[in-house]
Every structure is written in structure tokens, then in C-alpha cells.
């Protein structure tokens, strides 16, 4: 669904992450709960709230979208049964739609990708993908192919399912 | 004996492979059969934000078995058990099910960690090596106990020390141990995952542990394989070997290190179990 306008952007938000969302009433339970929110520009509370405002170009924009690192310990703690990990993915979905394009992104989307069309990931693949995608993280990738590969922990195999068809089609009906 | 399906997850066949070794291994020798799922898929991991087809990959993966499935990956275990309670719902079910080549019908789902401290419960003979007296950092991570309604509560968990005494350990005190490893956001936002990655390790050492046991495939490779980087980039040695907990339940059990991976593991386990060996010879 294309999110033109913010009243459609904060409709699909409440599509994708439910409408609970609506309830927040501004605690910040979440934000004091996050393990990156001292680096966030809009910590996840006041993204939540760009989100109800309907401020789709602020939300999307936040680096607290990539910097959420699926902890779930904001949704656990919630006192509105609230999911602020369901609004970073509705958002990152959005961008992901968009086709904004960020590092974060590109990992992402590299991720999926491979889901897609193999139904398995296989790290090493992602990482020299990525890798492409993104030349600063070739200190790292070092750094760790330097610790994996002597110990037989990098695979060149590219794994995958049996029957792909499967899984594109879940890919297909579900992400409508 | 006990029989169970098998989802060893995408880091079964690279970055965590020890994982994978020490679960069939340990598995074996507390007499659980294990099935592998017949032609599993990815459950996303973090990096899949849409729901729906997230519980659709889930589902498929839990409608190849009528068995209980356990994994080793709390990614992958907090992934199946989301899609279980989103099933519940019956517009969730059927939009699912319409996708799905087999439809799904009910599954139950489990952690390694509560098949083998289930086991070890019940038979507390098959631990052979005392590990007496070892200070081990009990690390939970995020997502075994999140969403809540799991086999522990999110706030202050306990099961994992219970294992650890099971195994006749010491669980040290261990304030960090459901804080994230940063994990998820490691390849894009490198800075901030090492960051929480390094307080962990040295929360663990200020602790007074020996040895640090994870759950999880990413929290293993934050700590375990990326330890040596972040003690350049922090400029201070830290060297705390990372057991996956079946490596450390099979250590107890007797098994050697060839059959628990633990050659893998990128801090060596080795001198922690001649410390553990030597010990048992001089009480024997």
C-alpha cells in the first residue's frame, strides 16, 4: 500500500503494528528501557508520538528506526500492551517499500532477499554482499572472517530449502 | 525414549556450528531422539518486520511435524513461539493457512534449555564431571524470554541458574544478563552494537565469572567472536571463554571436546576444561 499522504502514514502504521497504538499515553517506559536510546534522535517514545502526529517524513527519518535492536524489552514493559518493536518494523517496512536507502537498509534488504529466494540465509553470502553494498564494513567483516574462517565457521555453501516455491508464496500473499 | 523435531536454525551451518554439534551431542546422550525438520526455512530472525509473514515462514516450518519442536537459537524460538499466539487468532490462521502448502495445526514449541534441564532433572546420574565450584555468568539475552508468556519471566529469569546448579556450577550474580547484545544491529551500526557488546563482557569479568553461557547464536558471537576486536578497540585484554549452554551441560555429562564443537569457540574453552579435568583427578 503506497503511504502518500501522513494521515495514510499513520493509518498503516496502525494497520501494521496495531491499533493499541493508539493508547500510548507517553510514559517513556520504552525509551528508559532501551538498550541504544542514549544514541537515538527520536528516542522510541517520541517516535511513537511523531507517528500519532502523523509526521511521516520525522519518523521515518529517526535513526532510532535502525538503531532498535529487536530487544522486545520495551514491549514487554509496556503498561498499554503496546508493541514499539511492531511500530519500528511498520516503519522500517515503509522504508523498505519507499526504497529509501541507508547501510541499514541495504543489510536488510539484502536479508530478506535471501529468505526470498533461497528460504535460508547463509552469513557468509550476506556479509560479502553487504560488504558491496557498504566498503566501511570491510574492517569488521575482516576482523571476524579472521576469527571464524580457522575454525571452520564460514560456509561458501549457499544453503536452501527444497521447495523455494513454499516460501516465495508466502512472501507473496503475506506481505500484501 | 524421548523424541523431538529438530529446527536447527540458518547459523547451524556457519557462524554456529558448535551450536548445532553440542545439541545433537548432548541430546544423544540424554537419550532424546531428534528429527530434523524435513525442509525448514529461515524464520527472519530480527530483520523481518512484516508479521504476517513472518508467522507464515514460522508456520510453515512447524506444520512438517506433529512432534514438539525444540531449538538451540532463542532468535529462532521466540520467532515460532510469536507465530503460535498469533495463530491462535482464527483471520490470522486461515490468511496464513491459505499461503501455506501444508496447513498449520497446532504446535508446541521448546528451548534446548528446558529439554535438557528437564532430563538432567530426572536423572542426575548422567552428570559425571563435577563443575563444582566454576563461576559461571548466566547470559539470557533478549529473546528467550520475550515476548512474555514463555518458559520464564522477561524480568529476572531464573532458569538458566537453575540449569547451572543443576550441573553443580555456580551462577554468579549477574546484573547485565537479559541487557541485548546489540547482535541484531551489529553490520550497519557496528559502533553501537560493540558498545553493549563490551559492557556485557565486562560486566561478566567484574562478576567474578570464569565462563559465560549463552543461549542464542548472535549473543555467542558478540561475545565469543568478536571478543579479540573489541579488546583492541577498548584497548584492554578481557579473554572470558563463551559456552553455549549444551557445551557446558555436555562438559558435565562427560562428553569430549570433539564431540561439543568446542575447538570452534573463538576464545578457547581448552585450559578452563584442564582446569575443570585436573580438578576431577586430584578429588578422584
Known sequence: MAVDNDREFKKEVLRLAGPDVLTCMQCGTCSASCPTAHLMDNSIRKLIKLVLEGKKEEALRSNSVWLCTSCQLCTVRCPRGIRPKAVVGALREICEREGRRSNDQAYEDLFLQQIRDCGRVSETKLSGEYLLANPMSAVQAMELGLELAPRGKISIEKERVKRPGEVKKIFQELSK | ?284
Not at chain 2, 135 to 150: F, S
Not at chain 2, 215 to 228: F, R, S, V
Open chain 2, 1 to 284: 525414549m524421548t523424541k523431538l523435531a529438530y529446527y536447527p536454525g540458518c547459523v547451524s551451518k556457519s557462524t554456529g556450528k558448535e551450536m548445532d554439534i553440542s545439541t545433537r551431542a548432548v541430546s544423544a546422550a540424554l537419550g532424546i531422539e531428534l528429527e530434523e525438520l524435513e525442509d525448514w526455512n529461515c524464520c527472519g530472525a530480527t530483520h523481518l518486520p512484516n508479521e504476517m509473514v513472518s508467522t507464515g515462514l514460522a508456520a510453515r516450518n512447524m506444520a512438517q511435524t506433529d512432534l514438539p519442536i525444540m531449538t538451540s537459537c532463542s532468535i529462532c524460538y521466540s520467532n515460532l513461539r510469536s507465530a503460535v499466539s498469533r495463530m491462535e487468532e482464527p483471520s490470522v490462521r486461515a490468511r496464513v493457512n491459505a499461503a501455506l502448502a501444508k496447513p498449520y495445526q497446532g504446535a508446541q514449541v521448546k528451548h534446548v534449555l528446558e529439554v535438557v534441564l528437564d532430563e538432567l532433572q530426572k536423572d542426575p546420574d548422567k552428570i559425571v564431571v563435577p563443575l563444582k565450584d566454576l563461576k559461571v555468568a548466566p547470559y539470557y539475552g533478549c529473546l528467550l524470554t520475550r515476548p512474555k508468556g514463555g518458559i520464564d519471566r522477561p524480568e529476572f529469569p531464573t532458569i538458566l541458574e537453575k540449569l547451572i546448579k543443576t550441573v553443580n556450577a555456580d551462577p554468579v550474580d549477574f546484573r547485565l544478563k537479559t541487557f541485548c547484545c546489540g547482535g541484531p544491529i551489529f553490520m550497519p551500526q557496528e559502533e553501537a552494537a560493540a558498545d553493549i557488546a563490551h559492557k556485557i563482557l565486562i560486566e561478566a569479568k567484574q562478576s567474578g565469572a570464569e565462563v559465560i553461557v549463552t543461549l542464542c547464536p548472535l549473543c555467542h558471537l558478540m561475545l565469543d567472536a568478536k571478543q579479540k576486536s573489541l579488546e583492541l578497540k577498548y584497548g584492554a585484554a578481557i579473554g572470558i571463554p563463551v559456552l553455549y549452554v549444551t557445551q557446558l551441560v555436555g562438559i558435565a555429562l562427560g562428553l569430549g571436546p570433539d564431540d561439543l564443537g568446542l575447538n570452534r569457540n573463538c576464545v578457547s574453552p581448552m585450559p578452563l576444561l584442564e582446569k575443570i579435568y585436573e580438578k576431577m583427578a586430584g578429588e578422584a
